[in-house]
Nanobody
């Protein structure tokens, strides 16, 4: 079964930074889009950012624009989420996802990681 493996979560103070990484655990062939979602306690999972391999297009939720950057390493087939100026409301489990096209909808993504916890203290 295909899995995406996330890493880089942890505890950070407000205003700090973290970088999340995501890579496929098995060779699946490159999906066109990799993205990040997050789920805070008691809330639904929401879109954070996505990036397409074909044209390098990037997409962000309004809540993270200007603070988060999604990037890729082609050689490693890995996507990163650089999170700066973190706020307590960014606290959530962050999930990596992969699919054929960029979308803010969960259903557009075929493969998911197990999630990594990000906690931002005030």
């Amino acid at each position: 079964q295909v899995q995406l493996v996330e890493s880089g979560g942890g505890l950070v103070q407000a205003g700090g930074s973290l970088r999340l990484s995501c890579a496929p655990s098995t060779l699946i062939g490159r999906t066109n889009t990799m993205g990040w979602f997050r789920q805070a306690p008691g809330k639904e999972r929401e879109f954070v950012a996505a990036r397409t391999w074909s044209d390098g297009g990037t997409y962000y939720a309004d809540s993270v624009k200007g603070r988060f950057t999604i990037s890729r390493d082609n050689a490693k087939n890995t996507v990163y989420l650089q999170m700066n100026t973190l706020k307590p409301e960014d606290t959530a489990v962050y999930y990596c996802a992969a699919g054929p096209y960029p979308s803010t909808r969960e259903s557009a993504y075929e493969y998911w990681g197990q999630g990594t916890q990000v906690t931002v203290s005030s």
